[in-house]
């Protein structure tokens, strides 16, 4: 394995088909002359194990296992209209967290859980609730309904916590918890701030939470759900897509998901203290204005101390503009109109930099170019091109943005994982040759691997948000000062990275029909998983505990890979065609998301299918395939992505 330290070359072969063994000193050239050594000095972005809050689940000398968790407020129970929102003021003093010591796996039935918010509860007046064990289909409401066989009141037990334990699984006739049982909990949450209270808190003070899961005599978090009225899942490690990070479906009886809009805005299901509480300060900034302050969302106040930091030149005011929920940008379809949440990337722009704003010159869709592909089987599919112009003559190329899901998991991949996979001079003669892209670091100059981009240039989730910020809204920070101030200070840059690092990647649906699973051998037969590895494991070292060792399918292999010629951008630069494989996780609710499907670095493709077709180059076979497939293969395949 490699071992990482500070100092560390890292040295990859041009052709391997795993990782290989790394010392501290060159690997000999592979045999053959067509696979030279490809010698990369990088450093690694995360050198050795940071400081962390500790494991999340341990098990003590006494045979005890203890998991750590953490939440926010929710304005409704799971399955109920404004579950997934953020309701107003939900970044002030509305997280906690919990511990659960469980006692099963030592051979006794006793669970104690312990409640730890931020902010202090009403007392007098209504209690912290603590409910568990969900039964679905009760109180003669039909299936939909549901009620918790334990509703309990917590017992407090010094500042700022609460404890209770349990011990017998109420769902099933309160016989002794087993190992394997899962217990459904939640927190009924009430905030000072009722008339007899000494200290208030602004705006609502009645809360639920998340019903988590609990894996008894086992210990974490699971996003697996025992609903027997029918939507069950992620039920298997392979539909977690995210590893522990994966939320759970929230779903109605029918399968019709819960206020998808929001399904790339929740917090990671394993997330730990302090950082459930950084990522809604994080998501509060996300939300921000950067001139007037104010928040995307009703009912905020306006964070004063952002205000007026927008610009001189921006593309637009917040990140939630370009992001909306965290989705990809929108563009539009109707020539003549102005484009908005596309940028616009220059390389011959003099002093118009290295990205047109607005201000400089308004983009527009001049024109829609398009062309017919005949399937095999006779299918006749409509592709479109959009043309965009600036009104001047420039080496440019549009960028259209992306989902932001799994950042944090994509960042803690080990480099040797990613100089492993690239294969430039194609020795295994698959007609694949992907490369990492080795870039500087922004701050200390060091090489460092590529991750992040349509081209995969840049080498964090906090140098993609410092940049972003920078280019996108004209806002400065240590990073990238605008113009040589850095408005925005460290601790505001770390909260917008927690919050992009821990948003929660949504399982895989219908797994288990068979024309999904049938789409999946066909993934792999037809050669797309040659560039969309379905499985990678992260690293170690990375400062976030959430993160580590995490087995997570996000279909992508993070490296460049040629195209060819139809999808190059008008840069004339020698990696015109080269782009990131981009990851597929969360691909199939990007029309609940967004509204719309606009797939590719300039939103040509308006579905999966036209995605593929545009396909060329290194990814010309798979391409071939799937034209020649038959109408069932071809809605097989469609349908395991549009599960992803």
Same mark, same amino acid.
């Given at each position: 394995?490699?071992?990482?330290?500070?100092?560390?070359?890292?040295?990859?072969?041009?052709?391997?088909?795993?990782?290989?063994?790394?010392?501290?000193?060159?690997?000999?050239?592979?045999?053959?002359?067509?696979?030279?050594?490809?010698?990369?000095?990088?450093?690694?972005?995360?050198?050795?194990?940071?400081?962390?809050?500790?494991?999340?689940?341990?098990?003590?000398?006494?045979?005890?296992?203890?998991?750590?968790?953490? %939440?926010?407020?929710?304005?409704?129970?799971?399955?109920?209209?404004?579950?997934?929102?953020?309701?107003?003021?939900?970044?002030?003093?509305?997280?906690?967290?919990?511990?659960?010591?469980?006692?099963?796996?030592?051979?006794?039935?006793?669970?104690?859980?312990?409640?730890?918010?931020?902010?202090?509860?009403?007392?007098?007046?209504?209690?912290?609730?603590?409910?568990?064990?969900?039964?679905?289909?009760?109180? %003669?409401? =039909?299936?939909?309904?549901?009620?918790?066989?334990?509703?309990?009141?917590?017992?407090?037990?010094?500042?700022?916590?609460? *404890?209770?334990?349990?011990?017998?699984?109420?769902?099933?006739?309160?016989?002794?918890?087993?190992?394997?049982?899962?217990?459904?909990?939640?927190?009924?949450?009430?905030?000072?701030?009722?008339?007899?209270?000494?200290?208030?808190?602004?705006?609502?003070?009645?809360?639920?939470?998340?019903?988590?899961?609990?894996?008894?005599?086992?210990?974490?978090?699971?996003?697996?759900?025992?609903?027997?009225?029918?939507?069950?899942?992620?039920?298997?490690?392979?539909?977690?897509?995210?590893?522990?990070?994966?939320?759970?479906?929230?779903?109605?009886?029918?399968?019709?998901?819960?206020?998808?809009?929001?399904?790339?805005?929740?917090?990671?299901?394993? *997330?730990?203290?302090?950082?459930?509480?950084?990522?809604?300060?994080?998501?509060?900034?996300?939300?921000?204005?950067?001139?007037?302050?104010?928040?995307?969302?009703?009912?905020?106040?306006?964070?004063?101390?952002?205000?007026?930091?927008?610009?001189?030149?921006?593309?637009?005011?917040?990140?939630?503009?370009?992001?909306?929920?965290? %989705?990809?940008?929108?563009?539009?379809?109707t020539p003549g109109t102005r484009v908005d949440t596309l940028v616009?990337?220059?390389?011959?722009?003099?002093?118009?930099?290295?990205?047109?704003?607005?201000?400089?010159?308004?983009?527009?869709?001049?024109?829609?170019?398009?062309?017919?592909?005949?399937?095999?089987?006779?299918?006749?599919?409509?592709?479109?091109?959009?043309?965009?112009?600036?009104?001047?003559?420039?080496?440019?190329?549009?960028?259209?943005?992306?989902?932001?899901?799994?950042?944090?998991?994509?960042?803690?991949?080990?480099?040797?994982?990613?100089?492993?996979?690239? !294969?430039?001079?194609?020795?295994?003669?698959?007609?694949?040759? =992907?490369?990492?892209?080795?870039?500087?670091?922004?701050?200390? &100059?060091?090489?460092?691997?590529?991750?992040? &981009?349509?081209?995969?240039?840049?080498?964090?989730? +906090?140098?993609?948000?410092?940049?972003?910020?920078?280019?996108?809204?004209?806002?400065?920070?240590?990073?990238?000062?605008?113009? =040589?101030?850095?408005?925005?200070?460290?601790? !505001?840059?770390?909260?917008?990275?927690?919050?992009?690092?821990?948003?929660?990647?949504?399982?895989?649906?219908?797994?288990?029909?068979?024309?999904?699973?049938?789409?999946?051998?066909?993934?792999?037969?037809?050669?797309?998983? %040659?560039?969309?590895?379905?499985?990678? *494991?992260?690293?170690?070292?990375?400062?976030?505990?959430?993160?580590?060792?995490?087995?997570?399918?996000?279909?992508? !292999?993070?490296?460049?890979?040629?195209?060819?010629?139809?999808?190059?951008?008008?840069?004339? +630069?020698? !990696?015109?065609?080269?782009?990131?494989?981009?990851?597929?996780?969360?691909?199939?609710?990007?029309?609940?998301?967004?509204?719309?499907?606009?797939?590719?670095?300039?939103?040509?493709?308006?579905?999966v299918l036209e995605a593929v077709l545009w396909h060329g180059g290194?990814?010309?076979?798979?391409?071939?395939?799937?034209?020649?497939?038959?109408?069932?293969? +071809?809605?097989?395949?469609?349908?395991?992505?549009?599960?992803?």
């Amino acid at each position: 394995m490699l071992r990482r330290s500070s100092l560390l070359v890292v040295v990859a072969i041009a052709c391997t088909s795993s990782p290989p063994e790394v010392g501290e000193t060159p690997l000999p050239e592979p045999k053959g002359e067509r696979c030279a050594t490809l010698n990369q000095t990088v450093r690694p972005l995360f050198p050795t194990a940071m400081p962390t809050s500790g494991p999340i689940v341990t098990r003590r000398s006494d045979g005890v296992i203890v998991t750590h968790g953490a %939440g926010r407020v929710r304005p409704r129970h799971e399955r109920e209209d404004r579950f997934m929102h953020f309701e107003p003021r939900y970044f002030e003093k509305r997280s906690f967290a919990f511990t659960i010591e469980d006692e099963v796996a030592a051979g006794r039935s006793s669970l104690k859980v312990t409640y730890r918010p931020i902010f202090d509860w009403a007392e007098p007046g209504p209690r912290t609730n603590f409910r568990a064990w969900k039964v679905y289909g009760e109180a %003669g409401n =039909g299936p939909q309904s549901y009620l918790f066989a334990n509703n309990n009141v917590l017992t407090t037990s010094g500042p700022l916590e609460q *404890t209770i334990t349990i011990t017998t699984n109420a769902r099933d006739r309160n016989r002794p918890m087993r190992v394997g049982d899962i217990m459904e909990f939640e927190f009924g949450i009430f905030l000072k701030g009722f008339p007899a209270d000494d200290t208030f808190v602004v705006g609502a003070k009645s809360y639920y939470s998340d019903t988590f899961r609990y894996q008894v005599g086992v210990g974490g978090l699971t996003p697996e759900t025992f609903d027997t009225t029918g939507w069950l899942g992620p039920s298997t490690q392979a539909e977690r897509l995210g590893g522990d990070t994966t939320v759970p479906h929230i779903a109605f009886a029918d399968g019709t998901l819960v206020d998808p809009t929001f399904a790339f805005a929740q917090l990671a299901l394993n *997330t730990q203290a302090p950082h459930q509480q950084q990522w809604l300060e994080g998501r509060r900034l996300f939300h921000t204005d950067f001139g007037t302050g104010a928040h995307s969302e009703r009912g905020n106040p306006v964070f004063t101390e952002q205000v007026g930091k927008l610009g001189p030149h921006f593309n637009v005011r917040s990140c939630q503009d370009c992001h909306a929920h965290n %989705g990809r940008g929108v563009v539009p379809t109707t020539p003549g109109t102005r484009v908005d949440t596309l940028v616009w990337k220059l390389w011959d722009g003099g002093p118009l930099g290295t990205q047109l704003q607005p201000q400089e010159a308004p983009l527009m869709l001049q024109r829609t170019e398009t062309r017919v592909v005949t399937l095999a089987d006779g299918t006749s599919v409509t592709l479109t091109k959009p043309i965009f112009d600036a009104g001047r003559a420039l080496k440019s190329s549009a960028r259209m943005p992306r989902q932001l899901v799994g950042l944090g998991l994509l960042e803690a991949i080990d480099e040797s994982v990613l100089l492993a996979a690239q !294969d430039v001079e194609d020795c295994d003669g698959n007609g694949i040759s =992907g490369r990492v892209n080795v870039i500087d670091d922004p701050v200390t &100059g060091e090489p460092r691997v590529g991750r992040f &981009g349509w081209k995969s240039e840049k080498v964090s989730v +906090r140098h993609q948000v410092a940049d972003a910020l920078l280019l996108d809204l004209g806002v400065g920070t240590s990073m990238f000062p605008e113009g =040589g101030r850095a408005e925005l200070d460290d601790a !505001d840059l770390e909260r917008l990275t927690t919050y992009m690092r821990l948003v929660g990647v949504v399982p895989q649906r219908g797994a288990n029909t068979p024309q999904v699973r049938r789409g999946g051998e066909l993934f792999s037969s037809l050669g797309c998983a %040659g560039c969309h590895f379905p499985s990678l *494991t992260t690293g170690t070292t990375h400062p976030f505990e959430e993160l580590r060792a995490q087995s997570i399918r996000p279909f992508t !292999d993070l490296l460049l890979h040629d195209l060819g010629p139809d999808l190059a951008d008008d840069s004339a +630069r020698a !990696d015109a065609s080269e782009w990131r494989t981009p990851p597929l996780w969360g691909l199939g609710l990007t029309r609940e998301v967004t509204g719309t499907v606009q797939l590719l670095h300039d939103g040509r493709a308006g579905s999966v299918l036209e995605a593929v077709l545009w396909h060329g180059g290194e990814a010309a076979p798979a391409r071939q395939a799937l034209v020649q497939a038959s109408a069932e293969d +071809r809605a097989a395949l469609l349908a395991f992505v549009e599960s992803l």
